[in-house]
């Protein structure tokens, strides 16, 4: 059930530190018994559940140092959309990213096995930083989150704007839900 219709092209062969490319990917799907099929395994973990069916669409190109990405990803449990520019990401604490990630009713609760807590997941976030480790994370980040389910009930409008930096986290949040107004640091 696995089918992909993609082209592209390779470039810097000779040496892994420059290998990369341009690829658009017209269509691939796949799903969860396909992959246990390559892997031998199903990418669902104690955690995590992720959904069963997967078709993506979009364009990357760089190389192992600087990586664009501007994938759609429509799942079984939703849709994700991603826009970015990433490097260093073999050095997850020099790595550095910025861009934008979308969700439409994307399932959080089932993908985190906490589907009595969380709901259904449409937002827009912005992020931009350096570093993926506790120790070395510096990164800005804006959400809009248009609704997101929270024991049994949807909130609505929901703005986040703030930094993370190693443990250190500030967040400015202005929700105006028609049953949850509040304005907070």
Do not use: C
Request: glycine share 10%; hydrophobic share 35%.
């Amino acid at each position: 059930n696995t089918q992909i219709d993609a082209h592209g092209s390779l470039t810097g062969l000779t040496d892994p530190k420059k290998i990369g490319g341009d690829f658009i990917v017209t269509r691939f799907h796949t799903n969860q018994s396909d992959i246990a099929l390559f892997s031998g395994q199903r990418l669902s973990t104690a955690e995590m559940d992720l959904p069963e069916e997967f078709t993506i669409n979009g364009r990357i190109n760089g190389n192992s140092g600087s990586l664009n990405a501007k994938l759609n990803v429509s799942t079984s449990d939703g849709f994700i959309a991603l826009n970015g520019r990433f490097s260093n990401l073999t050095n997850p604490a020099t790595a550095t990213y910025n861009g934008v990630l979308a969700t439409n009713n994307l399932r959080l609760g089932k993908i985190l096995r906490q589907e009595s807590t969380l709901g259904s997941l449409s937002a827009k976030v912005s992020v931009n930083g350096r570093g993926l480790t506790p120790q070395s994370i510096n990164t800005k980040f804006a959400a809009t989150i248009a609704t997101i389910g929270y024991n049994k009930y949807q909130y609505r409008n929901i703005d986040l704007n703030g930094w993370l930096r190693q443990t250190n986290f500030n967040v400015h949040a202005n929700i105006d839900d028609p049953n949850a107004n509040a304005n907070f640091v």
